[in-house]
C-alpha cells in the first residue's frame, strides 16, 4: 500500500506561482506513475500533469507552458510548479499514483490511479 500527502497549496493572485509537493510512503517501489488532478465542485476530476517512473511527463494542453511536473525518487517526492497562474485554475489538486500492476498507460485518466491523496486547495484571484 501507499499512502500520499499533498502540500502547498494556498492562495495567489493572477499572474503568480506556486509548487505543489506530493510525498509518498509506504510501498513506493511498485510505482509506475504519479500524477496530478485537479477538481472544483460541479465539475468532473481532470488530469493536470503526469510523470512515469522513467519522466516522462503528460500535460493537458490547458497548462502547457505554464506547469512542470518533476519527481525526486531519491525523496519519493513529486512536484507540480505552477507559473502564470490563472483564475480558471482555482480548485482542490489531488495527487494520485498507481502501481505497475495497474499501469496501462493512461497517464491522466482518473480511474488509472489506485492511490489518491487528501487534496490542497488552490485559489487564483
Known amino acids: 500500500h501507499v499512502q500520499l500527502v499533498e502540500s502547498g497549496g494556498g492562495s495567489v493572485q493572477a499572474g503568480g506561482s506556486l509548487r505543489l509537493s506530493c510525498a509518498a510512503s509506504?510501498?513506493?517501489?511498485?510505482?509506475?506513475?504519479m500524477a496530478w488532478f485537479r477538481q472544483v465542485p460541479g465539475k468532473e476530476r481532470e488530469g493536470v500533469a503526469a510523470i512515469d517512473k522513467d519522466g516522462m511527463a503528460s500535460y493537458i494542453d490547458s497548462v502547457k507552458g505554464r506547469f512542470a511536473i518533476s519527481r525526486d525518487n531519491a525523496k519519493n517526492t513529486v512536484y507540480l510548479q505552477m507559473n502564470s497562474l490563472k483564475p480558471e485554475d482555482t480548485a482542490m489538486y489531488y495527487c494520485?499514483?498507481?502501481?505497475?500492476?495497474?499501469?496501462?498507460?493512461?497517464?491522466?485518466?482518473?480511474?488509472?490511479?489506485?492511490?489518491w491523496g487528501q487534496g490542497t486547495q488552490v485559489t487564483v484571484s
Open positions: 509506504g510501498d513506493t517501489y511498485t510505482l509506475a506513475c
Open positions: 494520485a499514483a498507481v502501481s505497475g500492476a495497474r499501469w496501462i498507460g493512461r497517464a491522466l485518466d482518473p480511474p488509472q490511479y489506485e492511490y
